[in-house]
């Protein structure tokens, strides 16, 4: 694959490698995948998680949802109406509303659910990543006008990206707008970015 393919070619591709994985390798990669978010060295102690309900093909984030240390509370995205996304506490059976994407998000007002800048950690989903922690998402921006904020400063909250192994490219082709993960997580591997590591 070449180093700089356009970033249109590239998400097909990629969204297209993870929805032909088959059920049972979609099953067991989660189960690695929560394996390996539980295991980050950076992993915080309390606080809000962010993850996101998987569409699409993406990995899913069931497994680590479950085994969340208690003192942690996961958080599902919500559109808001800036066109950034807000983060709401989430546990299964809570209500869910169809977004105009038809992902499911929680039925609470978007007003009433956090900023990004207030989660202790964010789990991204991602169609495309690289070992240097560079992300390639679906291409509406949503994250990076919701993410924009890291980049007048490096802080919390953790940014880490969850995607299949087959994801992986040799070099994602950034743009000014994209923050860089603090780490990627696979079934397979682990990496991160050089300013943590």
């Known amino acids: 694959m070449s180093s700089a393919p356009d970033r249109a070619v590239l998400r097909r591709e990629l969204r297209q490698r993870r929805r032909d994985l088959p059920a049972a390798t979609r099953i067991a990669a989660a189960e690695s995948l929560a394996n390996r978010l539980l295991a980050l060295p950076l992993l915080p102690s309390s606080g809000h998680v962010a993850g996101y309900w998987a569409m699409d093909g993406e990995i899913g984030l069931h497994v680590f949802q479950l085994r969340l240390p208690p003192a942690l509370t996961y958080c599902?995205?919500?559109?808001?109406?800036?066109?950034?996304?807000?983060?709401?506490?989430?546990?299964?059976?809570?209500p869910l509303v169809t977004n105009r994407f038809g992902i499911p998000e929680p039925d609470i007002d978007p007003d009433t659910a956090l900023p990004a800048s207030d989660m202790a950690m964010l789990v991204l989903p991602l169609v495309g990543f690289d070992a240097r922690c560079n992300r390639l998402g679906m291409g509406g921006g949503w994250y990076d006008r919701s993410l924009a904020?890291?980049?007048?400063?490096?802080?919390?909250?953790?940014?880490?990206?969850?995607?299949?192994?087959?994801?992986?490219?040799?070099?994602?082709?950034?743009?000014?707008?994209?923050?860089?993960?603090?780490?990627?997580?696979s079934e397979a591997t682990a990496h991160f970015s050089e300013d943590i590591a």
């Open 76 to 94: 599902l995205p919500l559109l808001h109406a800036d066109e950034s996304l807000r983060f709401a506490p989430w546990r299964a059976g809570d």
């Open 149 to 185: 904020f890291r980049h007048a400063r490096r802080a919390p909250p953790l940014f880490v990206g969850a995607a299949f192994a087959v994801q992986q490219c040799d070099a994602i082709p950034m743009q000014p707008w994209d923050v860089r993960l603090d780490a990627v997580c």
